[in-house]
């Protein structure tokens, strides 16, 4: 699994870095996203952030991503609880 946390100032560069990242994965929190530990999703998202979104931050925007190992132990509560368990409804 890889978090992907951003904190960035302007309105219109998060609106369009929210759009750009959620092709990978879904939201967590506001700016946290979670996406499937994949080699190619990674290397293109660190692609694009050095060739086209690190011309358009400034000093006060970062990026953190976070890539957890399969041995990482995640302990989820309330509704996070329920996102990665199967659900199966049978009449």
């Known amino acids: 699994m890889i978090i992907i946390s951003y ?5 219109k560069k998060r609106a369009k870095f929210n759009k750009y990242i959620r092709k990978f994965g ?6 946290v996203y979670e996406i499937k530990n ?7 998202i660190v ?11 400034d000093q006060t925007d970062s990026v953190y991503i976070f890539q957890m190992s399969s041995s990482c132990k995640i302990l989820k509560y309330g509704y996070a609880k329920n996102e990665d368990e199967d659900l ?4």
């Open 47 to 57: 692609t694009d952030l050095n060739n086209k979104w690190l011309k358009l931050f």
């Open 26 to 31: 879904h939201r967590l929190q506001y700016s």
């Open 7 to 11: 904190d960035i100032s302007d309105d």
């Open 38 to 44: 994949s080699d190619r999703i990674l290397n293109n």
């Open 88 to 91: 199966l409804i049978v009449k």
